[in-house]
C-alpha cells in the first residue's frame, strides 16, 4: 500500500472510529427490559470499516471506540467491564459479517453475514455474560453476586433479546446505508 493509500485508511479509520463513539452516546433503553441495557448503532462504521479494509479494520473502529468510551465517560466499577463486554459484542457481531461478505462479495453473502452475526452475538455474548461479565460487575461493583437461577433468568428474559434486537435493527440500518452506498464502498474494498 501506498502513502497515500495509507494515510487514506488512517483517515477513514480514525473518522469512522470517532462516528462509531459519537454513535454510541446516542443510546436508548427498550421497554419491557433492564435498564441497563441500551441500544446504539455504532456497529454500523465498523461494519464499513470492515468490509472495505477487512476484518482488521473493523476491529480497531471497534477498540478505539470502546477506548474513547472509557477515557471520557468512564466506568461505573472503575475498571472497563462494560467497555470490554461491548468490544466483544461488537466482534461477534461484525467479523462474521465481514468473512461472509468477504468470501461472497454479493447482496445474499452480506445478508448471510448480517445474520449470522446476530445469531453469534446473542448466543456466545449470552455465555460470557453468565460466565464473565456478570461476575466482574458484582465483583468490581462489591454488589451481592447474583444467584445461578437469577443470573439465567436474566440473560434469558433481558440480556439474549436484547442482543437479538440489537442485532436485528443494526444490521436493517447497515443494509439500507448498504443500498445507498454500495458503489462507493465497492470501489474502496482493499481486499
Do not use: C
Not at 477487512?54 to 475498571?79: C, D, F
Not at 455474560?129 to 451481592?144: G, K, M, S, V
Request: a positive charge; hydrophobic letters at 55%.
Amino acid at each position: 500500500m501506498n502513502g497515500v493509500n495509507s494515510t487514506k485508511k488512517l483517515v477513514t479509520l480514525g473518522m469512522l472510529s470517532s462516528i462509531s463513539y459519537l454513535l454510541m452516546m446516542l443510546n436508548f433503553p427498550l421497554p419491557g427490559l433492564p435498564p441497563f441495557l441500551k441500544i446504539d448503532f455504532s456497529e454500523v462504521p465498523a461494519l464499513i470499516a470492515a468490509i472495505i479494509y477487512g476484518p482488521v479494520a473493523g476491529i480497531v473502529v471497534e477498540a478505539i471506540k470502546n477506548v474513547l468510551h472509557y477515557l471520557i465517560q468512564g466506568s461505573m466499577t472503575g475498571v472497563p467491564v462494560g467497555q470490554l463486554a461491548n468490544f466483544a459484542a461488537g466482534l461477534l457481531y461484525i467479523l462474521p459479517v465481514a468473512y461472509l461478505f468477504r468470501k461472497f462479495r454479493t447482496t445474499k453473502g452480506l445478508t448471510w453475514g448480517l445474520a449470522a452475526g446476530t445469531i453469534i452475538m446473542t448466543l456466545l455474548m449470552s455465555v460470557t455474560n453468565y460466565y464473565i461479565w456478570l461476575p466482574a460487575y458484582t465483583l468490581f461493583l462489591q454488589a451481592p453476586a447474583l444467584s445461578g437461577e437469577d443470573a439465567r433468568q436474566l440473560i434469558v428474559m433481558g440480556i439474549l433479546p436484547f442482543n437479538m434486537i440489537k442485532g436485528i435493527l443494526t444490521g436493517m440500518i447497515f443494509a439500507l446505508l448498504f443500498t445507498k452506498m454500495k458503489k462507493w464502498i465497492t470501489q474502496q474494498t482493499a481486499y
